[in-house]
């Protein structure tokens, strides 16, 4: 099993950073991707931003390429999520997710792991 823990959230005005972070423990060394999802109440969860875990590739929603950078410390087990230049439409509860195997990142059902969420608001 593994356990996923985010923090980092809160509200922030248009425009402005938040840095999440998700802490994995448990049996980490099986843990070939991460990912960061969010949702909007009443919508589906939706695919942020991932990264493979041992050779660090990255992918973003087209939505918030150039926006924001993934990024994690393996040492540390922790996946980060630098969010900058926020929008009102940035506001969901933000989700980390690890993924057992090596499928598509952009699939929730890929996912074996998820955090409990932790909400970002973003006020104009």
């Known amino acids: 099993q593994v356990q996923l823990v985010e923090s980092g959230g809160g509200p922030v005005q248009a425009g402005g950073s938040l840095r999440l972070s998700c802490a994995a423990s448990?049996?980490?060394?099986?843990?070939?991707?991460m990912a960061w999802f969010r949702r909007v109440l009443g919508k589906e969860r939706e695919f942020v931003a991932a990264?493979?875990?041992?050779?660090?590739?990255?992918y973003y929603a087209d939505s918030v390429k150039g926006r924001f950078s993934i990024s994690r410390d393996n040492a540390k087990n922790t996946v980060y999520l630098q969010m900058n230049s926020l929008k009102p439409e940035d506001t969901a509860v933000y989700y980390c997710?690890?993924?057992?195997?090596?499928?598509?990142?952009?699939?929730?059902?890929?996912?074996?792991?998820w955090g409990q969420g932790t909400q970002v608001t973003v006020s104009s």
């Open positions: 990264v493979r875990w041992s050779a660090g590739t990255t």
């Open positions: 997710a690890a993924d057992r195997e090596y499928g598509s990142v952009y699939h929730t059902n890929e996912y074996d792991y």
């Open positions: 448990g049996r980490t060394f099986s843990i070939k991707a």
